[in-house]
């Protein structure tokens, strides 16, 4: 008799944000902090629940004394994510995303560099080698290679198994975008290079990651467009770009 039991794919669901610059005078009262604090006390509650409850069975000490924080969690990321944003030269900032399956987080933060250029070559095609699309020493394997297509322009994104010198695998995610963005007046078009990198050690993340550097590139090229009655496109563009 067969089987009445259903099976559905888990599905993923990507949120993107960027890292802001850091206040003048220090992070005591950092409104982005404070913001990462109320996305992670949303995200962990029903997880740090369920931990604390263990946490008298597995330690013999009181569920009050319960170390974790959503507080101190999204303190820990806002500080991590600042420090690496940054290291970055001008024309490159810090994007970091959420994972969710099954409308749940999983993944967080996943930190990407977002490199914005002036253009090398009037054609594209020179960023796949720019980025190591065809492969690079360090890769177990060929990398993958897949076409996008945005609002403000073409790219493509790429996944590598790649090898550290004592043999443990990990992800080499990348991609590439060039925009064509139109310029006050509509009468000519500014073309920039937008490159993304990011490496992944969690092979489940590695999974999904495609699809989530897709969205983050849909999402770069949509911000990067002047609003329809003119004025600045959101992404602003960047405070610079490469020479």
């Known amino acids: 008799m067969p089987s009445q039991q259903k099976f559905s794919m888990p599905t993923c669901a990507w949120h993107w944000e960027w ?5 003048p005078g220090g992070t005591d009262d950092d409104p982005w902090a404070a913001h990462l604090v109320e996305l992670y006390t949303a995200w962990t509650a029903e997880g740090l ?7 008298p069975k597995e330690t013999g000490e009181l569920e009050e004394d319960f170390p974790l924080t959503a507080d101190a969690m999204g ?7 600042r420090e690496r944003a940054g290291q970055l030269p001008a024309w490159s900032r810090l994007a970091w995303g959420a994972a969710f399956v099954n409308d749940k987080p999983h993944w967080a933060p996943v930190p990407v560099v977002v490199e914005f250029r002036r253009p090398g070559a009037d054609d ?23 076409y996008v297509t945005t609002l403000a322009g073409d790219g493509f994104r790429f996944l590598a198994l790649g090898r550290t010198p004592e043999g443990a695998s990990y992800g080499r995610v990348g991609a590439a975008l060039r925009l064509e963005i139109p310029q006050d007046g ?8 937008v490159l993304l990198t990011t490496s992944v050690a969690d092979m489940g ?5 495609g699809a989530g550097m897709e969205q983050l590139m849909q ?4 911000a990067s467009m002047p609003p329809p009655g003119g004025g600045r496109a959101p992404l602003g563009f960047v405070p610079g770009v490469q020479p």
């Not at 509509?186 to 290079?193: F, H, K, N, P």
């Not at 993340?205 to 990651?209: E, F, K, T």
């Open 19 to 23: 890292v802001p610059p850091a206040p």
């Open 49 to 55: 629940a369920a931990a604390r409850k263990l946490w």
């Open 75 to 81: 303190r820990t990321v806002a500080a991590w994510l």
């Open 124 to 146: 594209p095609n020179y960023l796949l080698e720019t980025m190591g699309a065809g492969g690079i020493e360090s890769d177990a394997r060929t990398p993958v290679v897949e």
């Open 186 to 193: 509509g009468a000519s078009e500014s073309g920039v290079d």
């Open 205 to 209: 993340l590695l999974a999904v990651i």
């Open 219 to 222: 999402e770069i090229a949509a």
